[in-house]
């Protein structure tokens, strides 16, 4: 991340649980809705539940990771993130590294929830990209501050969006992950790589940027 990373992060936090929550549609179907719609539809609700003061940090740090696991496409995240060395892993390796991956994620943007501070989410528009995917574009609007725009690359999955990417202030969550596994994986390897994942979500520590 940027300079700015705990704010970032902060953003990444509450901007992951809008636009997740938002891919719902209130139970409707995603595909019967353009993604900006659906995001625009039910943000104001989200940061509602961010701003609930009768939750707990605790709390909201487990709905924000039961809405991540559920609604961003991991596999695709980490095929995206690891591109070529993804296939010099064994299925068993790609298996362990998405499910610590997932986990890391949660644990690093999901921790800085209770630093929410009155932001909320805009849609300014939305583009298609290659293929079927589309970009969803957001600002965090913050009381204090200036605003920070985080963009979601969304992708459907059986009929349902799924988040592939985020990227905050033009830096992407998938680049700058891509950056800090490719130079793990050249120094020690696939499997270490997956062992340092582990170890540092055990201690509920991030990696080092």
């Known amino acids: 991340m940027k300079s700015n990373g705990i704010v970032a992060r902060i953003a990444c936090s509450a901007g992951i649980a809008v636009v997740a929550m938002a891919l719902t549609a209130r139970g409707s179907r995603a595909s019967d809705s353009p993604p900006t719609a659906i995001v625009q539809q039910t943000s104001d609700e989200v940061v509602a539940v961010l701003a ?12 924000v990771q039961d809405i991540v696991y559920k609604y961003f496409d991991f596999e695709t995240l980490s095929r995206l993130v690891l591109a070529r060395n993804w296939k010099q892993m064994t299925p068993q390796q790609q298996a362990d590294f998405v499910e610590e991956f997932k986990r890391h994620l949660s644990m ?9 501070n009155d932001e909320r989410a805009v849609v300014i528009g939305d583009h298609k990209e290659a293929g079927d995917d589309w970009t969803v574009k957001t600002k965090i609007v913050r009381p204090s501050g200036a605003d920070i725009l ?4 969304v992708r459907q999955e059986n009929g349902a969006w799924k988040v592939i990417d985020v990227i905050i202030e033009g830096v992407s969550l998938v680049a ?16 270490q790589l997956i062992d340092l994942l582990r170890e540092k979500n055990a201690k509920g520590e991030p990696l080092k940027s």
């Open 52 to 63: 609930n003061k009768s939750l707990s940090a605790d709390q909201k740090r487990h709905d």
């Open 108 to 116: 690093t943007y999901g921790k800085n929830v209770e630093s929410y």
């Open 150 to 153: 985080v963009d979601y690359r």
């Open 176 to 191: 700058n992950f891509r950056s800090q596994f490719q130079d793990i994986i050249s120094n020690r390897g696939p499997q």
